[in-house]
């Protein structure tokens, strides 16, 4: 079937945008030093810093499960709520996503820093947290949070309602109710929410260095020593970059079809 004028160009913008997004990525394939590869890998401070990175990403995504998936029931049920304080809801939750990670590390730093707004507080009792570990795993969850929320709120809006009001009316108090029954209803949107969130946790850098700095072992994660690296050995940023590359790969493999049914190969 022959393609009309508007047709054809509509094909070629859609190339020129799918060229945009796979050619820097495909650079970074071309230019990996292969022949290195395994030793640059396994360097001290790339071992480093990827530790750090799985562990601080791990326990971020625990955070944002716990915390996040209740919040994610409260905005499924805002429906009913007023139009201004659902909006004021949707919006707190969406300006992470959409907020520079600079400006989110900065925000961090002006309410937890030695003289921010709850740090000014925390710092006489000897509670110091930017520039710890704790900070990049505050960071990661700030940032990846909004990724559980919604994932888990499209699943409560998907699900059938009626298994929850049948429970609570056979006398199940309303945290039994949460436990037994919305959980497993919405076990896929969680699944598919922590995936993402560790992600999204393990690829934070503006968030991270802003409010945790850069300290080897400490805070330095893997985006940071890529970066740091691309200043003074390509091929060990390269090399990182590619690790990181691999990881967004193979959750967007391991997401498609089976936990986000709306995405078909």
Same mark, same amino acid.
């Given at each position: ?10 094909r ?6 799918l060229?945009?997004?796979?050619? %820097? ?8 030093? !292969? ?6 890998? =396994? ?12 562990l ?5 995504t ?18 009913? !709520?007023? =139009? =201004? ?10 300006? %992470? ?8 590390g ?11 707004i ?5 710092? %006489?009792i000897?509670?110091?947290i ?15 949070? +909004?990724?559980?929320?919604f994932?888990?709120?499209?699943a ?17 108090s %309303? ?19 922590? =995936? ?19 300290? +080897? ?26 690790v ?14 089976? !936990?986000? +049914?709306?995405?078909r190969?």
């Amino acid at each position: 079937m022959r393609l009309s004028g508007p047709a054809v160009i509509i094909r070629v913008i859609a190339g020129l945008a799918l060229a945009l997004l796979v050619l %820097p990525l495909l650079g970074i394939l071309l230019s990996a030093p !292969w022949p290195r590869l395994p030793a640059l890998l =396994v360097a001290p401070a790339t071992l480093q810093a990827l530790g750090l990175s799985l562990l601080t990403a791990l326990i971020s995504t625990a955070l944002c499960l716990l915390l996040g998936t209740p919040l994610a029931v409260v905005l499924a049920r805002s429906v009913s !709520w007023p =139009v =201004v304080p659902r909006r004021l809801l949707r919006a707190a939750v969406t300006i %992470p996503l959409v907020l520079p990670p600079v400006v989110g590390g900065l925000a961090l730093l002006l309410l937890l820093g030695r003289n921010g707004i709850l740090g000014k507080y925390l710092a %006489p009792i000897g509670v110091t947290i930017p520039f710890t570990t704790g900070a990049v795993v505050i960071a990661q969850t700030f940032v990846a949070m +909004p990724f559980l929320v919604f994932a888990v709120e499209g699943a409560l809006r998907g699900a059938d309602r009626r298994v929850e009001l049948a429970a609570a009316s056979l006398g199940a108090s %309303p945290l039994r109710v949460f436990r037994t029954v919305t959980v497993p209803l919405v076990a896929p949107g969680i699944a598919a929410g922590a =995936v993402l969130c560790f992600a999204r946790a393990l690829g934070e850098f503006g968030a991270t260095i802003t409010f945790a700095g850069s300290y +080897p072992g400490i805070t330095r994660t893997l985006p940071i020593a890529s970066y740091l690296a691309s200043q003074s050995d390509l091929n060990q940023s390269i090399a990182l970059a590619l690790v990181l590359l691999v990881v967004s790969v193979a959750v967007l493999l391991g997401l498609r079809d089976r !936990w986000l +049914p709306g995405v078909r190969g």
